[in-house]
Each structure stands twice: as structure tokens, then as C-alpha cells.
């Protein structure tokens, strides 16, 4: 048995992610040490509540609501508690009292992000965040690392595991909304306010946090354009299956050049969260329940994809506890931590710029010439069509006209050009409504 340096380590938080990490670590102890390189010493674990019931067994002797104390005496400290308030406190009290930081806290790193790099660089320490992209799935580290040398051009990904396990179930089972939430609430996928995961900030915050790695530059939050899931019905489900596509949360991340909009020869970037409409042939249409998957697309390396558990509890706890290793091994050898590179420092545009395929679903009257006037319509506005399914609805009584379904596919359009052209075609006396306006990606 070597006889290993003991590093103490601090846990913030013992829910879905905390209890697993604690398990773990109790669990794989000495080989955690072989590859460490130290032994990893849980010096405790900070709960609000000592006595509260947990599914998880946990050494009472280790539990305290004295955090701060905690941190004070430890070398690594491992934040899950989620939350901006009192988990940024409590970062940069450990980073300013030496100790390295590990946590999976998407929403604090995509809104304070840039001052906790700055305090870490200050007393040169080291922040690992892999658990708060993706779940289990490597891909905070390829990026800052592996993909250092090269350039990335794009990223493609669904990001968040709980509204893929929503739109999942409602695809294949036709399940309601409210129900499938309340299962992912109860498998620990959702977020504390799973109010995060349904209305896509969840999936911004990782986006922000992709991009800034993908492009070396500070993605602040309100950059994202996001949309989430909640006007996401059954009928528009049905409708995406019957076209051959599912409808998928994705995160699109695109380094844009030779825009118009982006003076000569700079380069900008677009960052955005919304539900789309994939072919059901493209490998994203294939990843189900809570797994998520990331597309990378390099210039030198090509295409790369990154899949697995998005979400869960134990699975979340395999990425913290890599990152606790790399921090073990980085405490362990000293020196400076690396920080963030941000200094391409690339503008973000905004959604109206963006350019991408839509599909429009319209109630129209049925009768002659409506075709054409709708078709008039778009191309006035820029919109070019590429695709159009007609349905005819029967009349509800005999003195009833007829209305029929539109289901229009355009080829690329400019956003601001095709919400324009929406606000047009819903303000005609043809159009009975807009029953939806979903992008098309991965086609
Ligand atoms: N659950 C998942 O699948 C994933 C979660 N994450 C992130 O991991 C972090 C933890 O998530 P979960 O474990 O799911 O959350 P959770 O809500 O199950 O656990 C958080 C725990 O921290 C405790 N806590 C909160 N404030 C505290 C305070 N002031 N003092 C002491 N304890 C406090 C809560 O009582 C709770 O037990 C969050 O930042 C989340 O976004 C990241 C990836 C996946
Ligand atoms: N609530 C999040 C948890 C992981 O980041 C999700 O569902 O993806
Ligand atoms: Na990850």
C-alpha cells in the first residue's frame, strides 16, 4: 500500500449529483488514489439540513451546515449545490484560500463565469467544470484541450437531458408534457426549478459555455438567443413524424465569415437554443431518453461526435469525479492552473441575421388562388419555397367553406426576412392561421 499525500476534499451539496460523488469516492477510494496520485480525503460534506432523509447512506460524522469552515480547511473543493446564491460565495472563498474547484454549475459559471476565471488566474488555481455540459459525456476537456490546435466552425448538440426525455416520450409514446416532466423530476434529471430545463435556459447556459471553449471568446448569457419546449404540442409532434422529422431542443453554436453584416474579413459568431424540427434519419433523431449528443465540426479534424448520458445522478458523478483526479494530479504537481482563452474575442449576431431552413404550417380558406397568394407572399418577403403538402379539412356544415393545411418547406432564408413574411401571411384575409414556425437542422 503506497503511502499517498492525503488531500482533503469538501463537498457542497449532497442531492442527485452530491450523494453519488460521495458514494463513489467512498466506493473506488484507493484505486482514485493510484491514479491520482493522492489519496482522496472526503473531509466532509455541507447539507442544509443534517438530519434530512436521504436516498443515499451517507457518514453522518462527515455531514455539516458549517460550509464555509469546510472549505476553509480543504485542498479540492467540489461544488453541487446548484445556484447562483451562496455557491459563488463559497467558490471564491475556496479558490482565495488555495484550494482547487471542481463544479458541474452551468447556471453560476454562464452568468459569473468570467469572475471566477479571474479570481482562480489571481491565485492560480484551477476551476474543472466537465459535469456542466452534457452530463457524463466528455466534452468540456476535448474542447479546451484535445481541440486546442485547431479551429472549430460549428457545434451542433442536444445539450439537455430532461427536455430530450420529454420530447422523446411525447414522440414515441404521445405522452403529455406535465407527465413525462414530473418522471424526469423523479429520476433526478431536472433541474431545482425544472423551469430551467422546459424553457431552454438550462441548454443556453451550456451553450454559452461551449462557445466561449469552441470560439476563445466570452459568451455572455444574454448573447444566446433561446427558445425552450413548452409551445411544443402533440398535434405539432404528430405533424414532424407524418413529414419524416422529430422535433429535437438543439444548441447551435456557428462561427460565421464573409457575412455582409461582419466587416471584411472578421468573423462573428451565433449562438442559439430552440426547438427544431431533424430528420428522422440524421443520427441526432436517434438519441433517446436522457442521452445527449454533441457535433463538432473542425477544420482540421472534421466531424465529431460526442454521446451519452446527459443527465442522472451517477452518471453526472463519473465527469465530477475525472475532474477531481485532474485536480488531485494538478494540486499535486503545483504550479499555475491554465486559464480560460477568450482572447479572440468574437462579436455575436443577432437570431434576425441568422440564416437557416423553415417550415411553415398554415390553416388557409380553400379555394382558388390561395396557393399562389401565399406563394406571392413569401417571395415578396425573400422566402423561397422549396416544399408544400396541401391537406383539406372537411367543412364543419354545409354552409361551411373549406379550409385546408399548408405545410410549407422553404430552402435558406435570413430569420428577420421569414418573421417578417410570418407577420404578413398572418395578417391576410387567406390565412386562417399560423399554426406553427419550426427552423429545420441537420438536413
Ligand atoms: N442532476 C443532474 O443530472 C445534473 C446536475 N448538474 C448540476 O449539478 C448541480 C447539482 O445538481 P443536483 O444534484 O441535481 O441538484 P439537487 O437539487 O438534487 O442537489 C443539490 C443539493 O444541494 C443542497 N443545497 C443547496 N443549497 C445549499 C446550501 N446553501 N447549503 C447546503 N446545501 C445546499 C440541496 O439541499 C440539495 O440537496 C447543479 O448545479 C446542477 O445544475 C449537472 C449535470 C447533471
Ligand atoms: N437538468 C439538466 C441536468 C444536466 O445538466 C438536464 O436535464 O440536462
Ligand atoms: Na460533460
Known amino acids: 500500500m503506497i503511502d499517498y499525500r492525503r488531500l482533503r476534499v469538501a463537498l457542497l451539496g449532497a442531492g442527485a449529483v452530491g450523494s453519488q460523488v460521495a458514494h463513489l469516492l467512498?466506493?473506488?477510494?484507493?484505486?482514485?488514489?493510484?491514479?491520482?496520485?493522492?489519496?482522496?480525503?472526503?473531509?466532509?460534506?455541507?447539507?442544509?439540513?443534517?438530519?434530512?432523509?436521504?436516498?443515499?447512506?451517507?457518514?453522518r460524522e462527515l455531514l455539516t451546515t458549517d460550509a464555509e469552515t469546510l472549505i476553509v480547511g480543504s485542498d479540492i473543493v467540489i461544488e453541487l449545490m446548484g445556484g447562483i446564491e451562496p455557491a459563488r460565495a463559497h467558490i471564491q472563498l475556496a479558490l482565495n484560500s488555495g484550494?482547487?474547484?471542481?463544479?458541474?454549475?452551468?447556471?453560476?459559471?454562464?452568468?459569473?463565469?468570467?469572475?471566477?476565471?479571474?479570481?482562480?488566474?489571481?491565485?492560480?488555481?484551477?476551476?474543472?467544470?466537465?459535469?456542466?455540459?452534457?452530463?457524463?459525456?466528455?466534452?468540456?476537456?476535448?474542447?479546451?484541450?484535445?481541440?486546442?490546435?485547431?479551429?472549430?466552425?460549428?457545434?451542433?448538440?442536444?445539450?439537455?437531458?430532461?427536455?430530450?426525455?420529454?420530447?422523446?416520450?411525447?414522440?414515441?409514446?404521445?405522452?403529455?408534457?406535465?407527465?413525462?416532466?414530473?418522471?424526469?423530476?423523479?429520476?433526478?434529471?431536472?433541474?431545482?426549478?425544472?423551469?430551467?430545463?422546459?424553457?431552454?435556459?438550462?441548454?443556453?447556459?451550456?451553450?454559452?459555455?461551449?462557445?466561449?471553449?469552441a470560439f476563445h471568446t466570452t459568451v455572455p448569457l444574454d448573447a444566446v438567443h433561446r427558445e425552450g419546449i413548452t409551445g411544443i404540442t402533440k398535434g405539432m409532434m404528430d405533424a414532424a413524424r407524418h413529414a419524416g422529422y422529430v422535433i429535437k431542443?438543439?444548441?447551435?453554436?456557428?462561427?460565421?465569415?464573409?457575412?455582409?453584416?461582419?466587416?471584411?474579413?472578421?468573423?462573428?459568431?451565433?449562438?442559439?437554443?430552440?426547438?427544431?424540427?431533424?430528420?428522422?434519419?440524421?443520427?441526432?433523431?436517434?438519441?433517446?431518453?436522457?442521452?445527449?449528443?454533441?457535433?463538432?465540426?473542425?477544420?482540421?479534424a472534421g466531424d465529431l461526435m460526442f454521446y451519452g448520458a446527459g443527465a442522472g445522478g451517477m452518471q453526472t458523478a463519473s465527469a465530477v469525479l475525472g475532474d477531481l483526479v485532474s485536480a488531485a494530479r494538478r494540486h499535486i504537481a503545483g504550479g499555475a492552473g491554465v486559464g480560460e482563452s477568450t482572447r479572440a474575442n468574437l462579436p455575436t449576431v443577432d437570431i434576425g441575421k441568422v440564416v437557416t431552413r423553415y417550415q411553415v404550417t398554415l390553416e388557409v380558406d380553400d379555394r382558388p388562388g390561395v396557393l399562389a397568394r401565399v406563394a406571392g407572399i413569401l417571395s415578396d418577403g425573400r422566402v423561397s419555397i422549396a416544399t408544400v403538402e396541401q391537406s383539406i379539412a372537411e367543412p364543419t356544415g354545409p354552409d361551411?367553406?373549406?379550409?385546408?393545411?399548408?405545410?410549407?418547406?422553404?430552402?435558406?432564408?435570413?430569420?428577420?426576412?421569414?418573421?417578417?413574411t410570418v407577420m404578413r401571411l398572418a395578417e391576410d384575409d387567406v390565412v386562417e392561421r399560423v399554426v406553427s414556425v419550426l427552423r429545420v437542422e441537420g438536413d
Open 400 to 420: 361551411e367553406a373549406g379550409s385546408a393545411r399548408l405545410v410549407i418547406g422553404t430552402h435558406t432564408a435570413v430569420e428577420q426576412d421569414l418573421s417578417e
Open 26 to 59: 467512498h466506493t473506488h477510494a484507493d484505486e482514485l488514489a493510484d491514479r491520482a496520485g493522492a489519496a482522496l480525503e472526503l473531509a466532509g460534506i455541507a447539507v442544509r439540513d443534517v438530519d434530512a432523509p436521504r436516498d443515499v447512506e451517507l457518514p
Open 99 to 213: 484550494a482547487d474547484v471542481v463544479t458541474a454549475n452551468k447556471a453560476l459559471l454562464a452568468t459569473h463565469g468570467t469572475e471566477i476565471f479571474d479570481a482562480a488566474d489571481q491565485v492560480g488555481a484551477s476551476v474543472y467544470y466537465e459535469a456542466a455540459v452534457a452530463g457524463a459525456i466528455p466534452i468540456i476537456r476535448p474542447l479546451r484541450d484535445s481541440l486546442a490546435g485547431d479551429r472549430v466552425n460549428r457545434i451542433m448538440g442536444i445539450v439537455n437531458g430532461t427536455t430530450n426525455y420529454i420530447l422523446d416520450r411525447m414522440d414515441g409514446e404521445g405522452a403529455e408534457m406535465a407527465e413525462v416532466l414530473a418522471d424526469a423530476q423523479r429520476l433526478g434529471y431536472a433541474e431545482a426549478d425544472p423551469t430551467a430545463d422546459v424553457e431552454g435556459y438550462d441548454a443556453a447556459q451550456k451553450a454559452a459555455i461551449l462557445a466561449s471553449l
Open 249 to 300: 431542443l438543439l444548441a447551435v453554436c456557428e462561427r460565421l465569415s464573409g457575412r455582409a453584416d461582419v466587416a471584411d474579413g472578421a468573423e462573428a459568431i451565433s449562438v442559439r437554443v430552440y426547438p427544431a424540427l431533424v430528420p428522422r434519419d440524421h443520427p441526432l433523431a436517434s438519441v433517446h431518453g436522457v442521452n445527449n449528443a454533441v457535433f463538432v465540426q473542425a477544420e482540421a
